[in-house]
């Protein structure tokens, strides 16, 4: 075995051995990468998320809608066309033209059904069973009835077109999962493979055709598979991009040490508050919140923990809030609430509530218990001007530092006149 050497420059040179075992791990490492991206690439194939189902739901509805209302005239034309060029035929003839006008009047029945039903179902969704039921009997009724129109052909050609456009037919118009799909092909050979043998007696030809329906099923299964796939990557791709756009508004809207809203969109919601009152001549109240003593508790016990108690005191207040109620982090440990609808009387016994809450809430740092308490200034919200919330805000502020004033752990009110 070759001996490690050190080249003139100084690099490491490997021997024939290291160099196959990198060659070999490296191998071993793309094919694990290979096989790891085709499972996930199966699992999301096999078991796509729920947004993607309900979507592929929705679009199958409005597919099944379009066909139907193209297939019912062309069936009926088929029906007329039949009807009209009736010629004098020999007795196999006959049978093949009252064959297909009945199969035809078949057709246009049941388009005439789903086309009620899908319409319905798109105008008032109720749940997952009856699209899915809707959208795999129109599958089935489409290759039973190019199976059954391809067996009557039988009686005067041995063509088999109706089959390979129905089989074609259901892959182009319908998003079809794999397990379905291959349910729906492997049925539909089933019955063409039996349909067939009934009504010709040519061994040839028989034969002929069921290999031609086997390629036609192969066919139609191999198109459903790769516009499956195209779905599944667009409809990813999509909810990737909405995803996206969610975490950037959430960016815009939400404080990400909290998780409640952010001083732009409260002031936001403020603003269609004041416009609302100005119409409804309603009472609203502002709540300026502070919390005691945090500068200690960051001292003492360092910053992390001041952020749990900050993450702690908002969902505190998020737990003793109204559903309608607008809490949002104003800077550092402020906090300020909108009460729409809400008089003065109504917004102190909020603010008593959360103070109580916030006075008696258990919070430890390392197994030690530390206290907490916030001073609140509240005050009617204003209503006219363009400096209505500025001006509401200052007299919030100015309760606020009231309270701190006369000991912390209360709420100080500023009756001052809304503007």
């Known amino acids: 075995m070759l001996q490690p050497r050190a080249p003139a420059c100084g690099r490491p040179v490997l021997t024939d051995d290291s160099e196959r075992e990198c060659s070999v791990r490296r191998l071993s ?22 947004e993607l189902r309900d979507g592929m739901l929705t679009a199958n509805l409005r597919r099944l809608a379009i066909i139907c209302a193209v297939g019912i005239p062309v069936s009926a034309a088929h029906v007329v066309l039949f009807w009209l060029d009736a010629p004098r035929a020999t007795p196999a003839q006959a049978d093949w033209r009252l064959g297909i006008i009945v199969a035809h009047c078949a057709m246009a029945a049941l388009e005439a059904v789903f086309l009620i039903a899908a319409y319905r179902m798109l105008r008032r969704p109720r749940g997952r069973l009856g699209p899915y039921v809707a959208q795999f009997s129109a599958i089935a009724a489409v290759v039973f009835f190019g ?13 088999m077109t109706p089959f390979l456009v129905a089989a074609i037919l259901v892959a182009v118009v319908f998003i079809m999962h794999p397990l379905p799909a291959l349910t729906v092909y492997t049925g539909a050979f089933v019955l ?11 061994e040839a030809v028989v034969l002929s055709n069921r290999v031609n329906g086997l390629t036609a099923v192969a066919l139609g299964f191999s198109l459903a598979m790769m516009l499956w796939t195209s779905y599944l990557r667009r409809a990813q ?11 950037l508004q959430a960016l815009a809207t939400v404080d990400p040490l909290t998780g409640v809203l952010n001083r732009r969109r409260f002031e936001e919601a403020v ?17 300026l919140m502070d919390m005691d003593h945090f500068k200690a508790i960051n001292d003492r016990f360092g910053h992390p923990v001041g952020d749990q108690v900050l993450r702690f005191v908002a969902a505190l207040l998020q737990q003793n809030l109204r559903r309608y109620d607008v809490l949002a982090r104003w800077g550092g440990e402020e906090f300020i609430m909108l009460f729409p609808g809400t008089s003065l009387a109504a917004g102190r016994e909020i603010a ?3 103070r109580r809450a916030i006075e008696h809430a258990d919070f430890d740092a ?10 609140f200034g509240l005050v009617a919200l204003g209503t006219t001007g363009p400096g209505a919330f500025a001006e509401t805000y200052a007299r919030a502020d100015k309760a606020l ?16 006149a809304s503007i």
């Open 29 to 50: 490492q793309a094919v694990s990468a290979f096989f790891g991206d085709f499972v996930s690439w199966l699992r999301d194939v096999i078991r796509p998320r729920p």
């Open 147 to 159: 199976a059954a129109i391809t067996a009557v052909d039988q009686l005067v050609t041995p063509n």
């Open 192 to 202: 063409f493979y039996w349909a067939v043998g009934l009504v010709r007696t040519d």
């Open 237 to 247: 791709q999509q909810l990737h991009i909405a995803d996206q756009q969610a975490r």
């Open 271 to 287: 603003a269609t508050e004041v416009a609302r009152l100005g119409r409804s001549h309603d009472e609203s109240c502002l709540l």
């Open 352 to 354: 008593e509530k959360l």
């Open 366 to 375: 390392g197994g030690e218990p530390v206290g907490l308490s916030a001073s």
């Open 401 to 416: 530092y009231a309270a701190k004033d006369q000991g912390r752990n209360r709420v100080e009110i500023d009756h001052g």
